[in-house]
């Protein structure tokens, strides 16, 4: 199914706003937070710690479901709960089977599953029914919605143009 | 009173004389203050109604009795567009009166997932200390090893001493070493990133011992309306994306690129834009606070010279403003590492500017001397000094430093010698433009307005400015448009009935100079803008969402209802969210009149130049006729000719309760 669309994330892009996570818990909480959204912006500020003096950096980065192909939480849950979506392709956790056993947290290389208190099961980003909040809410373009075999393409693109201005730039000097 | 959804439903209380806190039901504290959460929203309406109900006469503001006030909205930390606000109110050190600010980046939507809409606190601890807020556990930690340290080792230190879990989990408002050393116009600062600049809280944080307040919350903010207020959100940024004529500009730049073509700014908007393409201005991208669909800051590296390597979030317009314009500061390098210094010493950068700019007159004029100075030439344009002064400042070290950390106004007061008559301030506090009378009407009427004093960020209207003949070649090269159409645009966004509209602009539709020269319409300008931002202060949201470039044509009151209506299952409307905004700005004017017999008198610059005719701008050969728009401006409101809230005014705007004791002119 090559055209099962991944969500796709551009640091470069990014602006670290974190609209992505109010709209997603917005949207599958019917409540705003931080610590409930399914997708996880990750941040170092490094201006907000460091003195004067200090090197220091400010990075925006990404964590949520990749959707996997060979999906771990998909193979060790016990009661197979965890199904895949026909239409989205996204991986979908069957609350009615769901006994909240955590081994597909175990599983998960991302860590982007996660126990939910009050239900006492887990939850993880489904794709809002194909239609992901957290990249409509993207007003920076950072979070793409983008079939599984184009993904590569707009980071690619983006260093490709970096490395045209770098060879035409050291050409000036003396010929590559 | 059951509590509407998009609060978080707790208010705390910290005392620190005692460490003891206290956690209430918001709408129990609400019914202790008298306040109609329809009436008074958050932010700066719960700041000014606690100040109200907690002081009914002046106080000392660095003695304990004094309160810090953090208050979010219902706004707050919701999938609303810029909703990682919050204002923190105080007496303010420098005017005695009412003090507010408004920051951002995550403390406040953080405060607000801990489960708190208000945080207050009050006394004075014996030592040192910070305040950790861990959702609902309070714990008072010592912070004598902390005291001392400038912004960024603090927040280190702190989030370190505390264990986060992750990076950015915990965050830290903090005081710095200008607040310790009670500099009185010395911000806390969030994160090393964001300021409530203009509060002078952060020297009344060193009064009370209080180093910093740190923050995790884990919880969520209950909405009567979820899928329904991203929807709205969803086409409240579509819309303004779309349609605000700066904001492609802006979203390609950050915050201050497009200055130049709206302002009279000594570098070209050329320069400016130019400079980035090439890459010379060191900005590598723009960061944004909580659901921020246009981000202000820039993320910036010097790449050469002296600061080689040195990064910052900033690049904000006050700072680029004042070292361009108050400090003479030319080189990008150099305000950059201005700014950061600043922002690690804990200075307002516009008081601190025009502190230092003013004492550089002084110093030319004789009236202060080399022995004053400890031995320094003062200068504009050399950021040595300048950064030097700032550091003497922070520390209140050296005659000089300890006389300009009480800002210009006290220290005209004590140097004398006709220094007050070239003083920059309002009531005290300092405002940023130097020359009031070449700028435009409307943003100068605000610092005289201003309830925070001598001030533009409760008005900061540019119609005037952003239209005038000089700048309309730079439209067309930096927004592709004339500036007749930008004009004509602004005019048809501009969120405002068309029978005011009507009042302000009156029948032309095109770029009007004899409006632009002339004082029609601008009172009432005036006053529908300090309305607005009373009101998105009150919400609480970014200005920037109202007032991408001030022309005040982004978000207005009708997006603000809707949105508002999906969080809380309200039905307001424009009308009743102006009035809002009204009633706020009418209570800080009662406020400061009660407590500092604020009144016409006192709507006056210390500056006397103001009163002489231009030499330049749009009043250029005349004297501006201050006393005529400020007379139009009182009736408009409904005040006295006196400045006064009239009895007739205060009926109106349900606020006859309140202020039944106090001795109003009755008016009709």
Known sequence: ?176 | MSIPAGYAGNVLIINLDNEKTEILPIDKFWANYGIDPKQWLGGDGVITKILWEDFSTAIEPFSPENEIIIATGPWTATAAPQSGRAMLGCIDPKTGGFGSGSFGWFFPSMLKYAGFDIAIIKGKAKKPIYVFIDDRKVSFRDASHIWGKETGETVRMIREELEERYEGEIRVLSTSVAGEHLVKYSPPCSDGTTCPGRSGAGAVMGSKNLKAIAVRGTGEVSLFDPRGLLESSYNAVKTFVDNEPFIKLWREHGATTSLGTTMDWPISGAMLVENRKEADFPHLKNVGCLDCPNPCYHWLQIKEGKYSGLRHLGGHMTFLTVCLRNLGIQEFGEWIHYERLLQELGLDPASFSMAYSWAVDCFERGILTLDDTEGITLKRGDAEIICEMARRIAYRQGKLGNLLADGVAEASQKIGKGSEMIAPHVKGKEYIQRDVKIQALMWSLGALTSPRGGDWLRHHNVWELAFQPEKRDSYPKFLGKTCAEVYEESLKLLDMPDELKKKIFGDSQKVDMEWIGDIKGKALFSVWTENLVALFNSLVTCMFGSATMFLMVGFGPTTYSEILNKITGWDTSYDELMRIGERVFNLQRLFNYRIKGWDHKDDTFADKRAYEPAQMGIFKGKVVPWDEVLQEYYSIRGWSSDGIPTRAKIDELGLGDVTKKLNLPEGD
């Open chain 1, 1 to 176: 199914m090559d055209e099962e669309k991944v969500i796709v994330f551009d640091p470069h892009y990014c602006s670290g706003c974190m609209y992505c996570m109010t709209a997603c818990s917005t949207y599958n909480n019917g409540a705003t937070s931080l610590s409930k959204s399914r997708i996880h912006i990750v941040r170092h500020e490094g201006h907000a710690i460091t003195k004067m003096t200090d090197e220091d950096d400010l990075i925006f980065d990404v964590i949520t479901c990749q959707q996997c192909d060979q999906p771990y939480c998909l193979y060790l849950c016990p009661v197979l709960a965890v199904e895949r979506d026909n239409e989205t392709g996204a991986l979908m956790i069957n609350q009615d089977k769901c006994v909240g056993c955590r081994m597909c947290m175990v599983g998960c290389p991302f860590g982007v599953i996660l126990y939910d208190l009050n239900r006492k099961q887990v939850v993880k980003c489904e794709l809002c029914g194909g239609d992901p909040q957290c990249v409509r809410f993207c007003a920076s373009g950072a979070l793409q919605f983008l079939p599984k075999n184009l993904a590569h393409l707009q980071k690619r693109d983006r260093l490709a143009r970096k490395m045209i201005q770098l060879r035409s730039k050291a050409s000036e000097e003396e010929p590559i």
